[in-house]
């Protein structure tokens, strides 16, 4: 009983504080410069005898968002081979299924508010029908499956979509041009991103997805404004400077990956081919970004 009530109270204050950083998020927003870099959330790694362009990626974009600026068309025409977070050619609606519903999903035997505090379960009751569903609804879904999620979903209704984001942007025009595609990571890696996560992170992933909505859309906004000009500071500061505060998540999700990629990016560097590697900006930038990490270990990366 004492371990529910400790539970309870500290969803409650994960709920009060995220509300209030969702507030302060989208009134500084506001305050970010606009003024243009000239530059893009692109760089070069120049290797003995080829070059390996690093392109930030945001996955959801609006049809504003094109045509896209004139550099990363060159870093794609320069590029022999690409390279994505994971293999497109390999991916489908299919083994997406498969593997998020082997990590995502509770058998039939087990459910969502067992795994929840008293007070998370009313407040999912309360939230679901804003989103066209309910609680009985989503019983099968984990905590940090929901949130993914709930956040697709209300992006989807702000105009995003991820079919215009800039893997799938790219990938069309790899395939239309006959260039080979490769992955850093399989599906499966992905689908287990957040496989380690208790009952408590879960609960408070999902409390506090839900309570930065409000002004998600608005971030993103101010997130696509940033990569499309290339202001990486402010890029950094919105994509991890709050993850960055909650160490587990920001492991999971940026830190131990860029780890496992480092050695492959290594590699195509001193290679003969060009490449062009389209990851998540947030893997990019930042003091902890593989751009940063690639200048530390000696390689010549600079921003076109």
């Known amino acids: 009983m004492e371990q529910c009530k400790n539970r309870s109270a500290n969803v409650s204050r994960v709920a009060r504080l995220v509300f209030i950083l969702a507030a302060l998020a989208f009134a500084s927003c506001s ?4 003024a243009q870099t000239g530059r893009d959330t692109l760089w070069r790694v120049s290797g003995d005898h080829n070059s390996v362009y690093l392109l930030g990626s945001i ?37 997406l299924r498969q593997e998020f519903q082997r990590t995502g999903f509770y058998p039939p035997s087990d459910s969502l508010s067992q795994h929840l505090s008293r007070e998370a379960n009313r407040f999912l009751a309360l939230i679901l029908p804003a989103f066209g569903s309910s609680l009985d609804r989503v019983q099968r879904f984990k ?25 799938m942007y790219f990938y069309k025009k790899a395939k239309a041009a006959g260039k080979p595609v490769l992955g850093l990571e399989t599906i499966r890696d992905q689908a287990e991103i957040f496989e380690s996560f208790n009952d408590q992170e879960g609960e408070a992933y999902l409390i506090s997805t839900i309570a930065s909505l409000p002004a998600y859309s608005k971030v993103v906004g101010r997130m696509v404004g940033a990569w499309e000009n290339g202001r990486v500071n402010e890029l950094d500061r919105l994509l991890n400077e709050h993850a960055q505060k909650e160490p587990i998540t920001y492991a999971m999700m940026f830190s131990k990956r860029n780890g496992k990629w480092l050695p492959q990016i290594e590699r195509f560097v001193k290679g003969g081919a060009n490449y062009l590697v389209i990851v998540g ?23 076109l």
């Open 59 to 95: 996955h959801v974009l609006p049809r504003t968002a094109y045509p896209l600026r004139p550099a990363l068309q060159k870093a794609f025409d320069d590029a022999q081979r690409l390279v994505f977070e994971v293999d497109l050619d390999k991916f489908s609606a299919e083994t």
């Open 281 to 303: 900006a947030g893997h990019l930038v930042g003091d902890q970004g593989l751009v940063r990490t690639l200048q530390r270990a000696g390689y010549h990366v600079e921003q």
């Open 143 to 167: 905590p940090w499956f929901l949130a993914e999620v709930l956040s697709s979903r209300y992006l989807q209704m702000a105009g995003y979509r991820d079919d215009l984001g800039v893997d």
């Open 31 to 34: 305050s970010f410069p606009v």
